[in-house]
């Protein structure tokens, strides 16, 4: 066994500084790595986050300058018409409106007369303006109304159906003979 050595009360108070003193040092180091490994996984994060979202916007496919109708928007009124059997079928008020109003939809005023509102702010493509989106925002499909489906617009027989682009003041004619 070693002898133990008795310390003055002087040198135990200091002996007791010394160990506060390397208590709190180690505490401070240990936080400054705590800090370090923080910010290091945030910056990591980040930068993973902003490179996804890159790699992203970059991946999308790019649309042709023939398939945007508008960079700024546009609000266009075309009238559809539909005719089972030669009797006209009124189309119904507030298509599209709801929680989340949809750019092509109708309202209550004016659906007697099948005009489909057609409300875009922003950049719109073609495919953003097609009778089909209109019909699937109704809940419809073009077909399901008979059989023997004939289109006409603004009075020119037209097999686009789904797929024709709509206009401002076209008047678009659905005949179903069966």
């Known amino acids: 066994m070693e002898p133990q050595i ?9 002996f007791k500084r010394q160990e506060k003193l390397e208590t709190r040092e180690r505490k401070e180091k240990s936080g400054r790595l705590k800090k370090l490994a923080s910010w290091s996984l945030w910056s990591g994060l980040t930068l993973v986050l902003m490179g996804s979202l890159i790699w992203y916007v970059k991946s999308l ?6 398939d945007i109708l508008s960079r700024s928007g546009f609000h266009w009124h075309p009238e559809l018409q539909i005719y ?40 719109v493509r073609k495919q953003d303006t ?7 925002n109704w809940g419809k499909d073009i077909r399901s109304f008979g059989a023997n ?7 020119t027989e037209n097999a686009e159906y789904e797929n024709y682009v709509m206009h401002d003041g076209d008047k678009i004619e659905l005949h179903y003979d069966e």
Do not use: C, W, Y
Not at 6 to 14: I, T, Y
Not at 130 to 136: E, K, M, N, S, Y
């Open 84 to 123: 089972v059997k030669g009797e006209k079928l009124m189309i119904p008020a507030n298509i599209g409106l709801g929680t989340v109003h949809q750019p092509i939809h109708t309202h209550n005023d004016d659906n007697d007369r099948g005009i489909i509102h057609m409300e875009f702010a922003g950049r």
């Open 61 to 66: 496919p790019e649309t042709s300058e023939s």
């Open 149 to 155: 489906l004939k289109m006409a617009v603004n009075g």
């Open 6 to 14: 008795q310390l003055s009360k002087k040198e135990r108070k200091a």
């Open 130 to 136: 097609t009778l089909g989106r209109f019909f699937l």
